[in-house]
Nanobody, 114 residues
Framework: VQLVESGGGLVQPGGSLRLSCAAS????????MSWYRQAPGKEREWVAG????????NYADSVKGRFTISRDNAKNTVFLQMNSLKSEDTAVYYC????????WGQGTQVTVSS
């Protein structure tokens, strides 16, 4: 199982970023996918999740209405569109799935700063 995140970077408050997570080594279309984040000095927290068909999505209250999770099962990729970014969204963002046990990607840094 391999999860590889990309798309992070430095963005000004109010800006947007789109994160991608390319998955391999398992039947992607059969598994729920999630995004988590970890800010400096804080515990890792769940951000959003999407069911295996893409028809069921859930969000943390802190990102609801600003972030959108989606997936392309033909490309084995899950996305996180982040709009109206705030400084408190600064964190390393991780892709996550469960196949018997949890698997994490290496993370991608998102920094929101002017």
């Amino acid at each position: 199982v391999q999860l590889v995140e990309s798309g992070g970077g430095l963005v000004q408050p109010g800006g947007s970023l789109r994160l991608s997570c390319a998955a391999s080594g398992f039947t992607f279309s059969s598994h729920t996918m999630s995004w988590y984040r970890q800010a400096p000095g804080k515990e890792r927290e769940w951000v959003a999740g999407i069911g295996h068909t893409g028809g069921n999505t859930n969000y943390a209250d802190s990102v609801k209405g600003r972030f959108t999770i989606s997936r392309d099962n033909a490309k084995n990729t899950v996305f996180l569109q982040m709009n109206s970014l705030k400084s408190e969204d600064t964190a390393v963002y991780y892709c996550y799935t469960v196949l018997g046990r949890g698997y994490w990607g290496q993370g991608t840094q998102v920094t929101v700063s002017s």
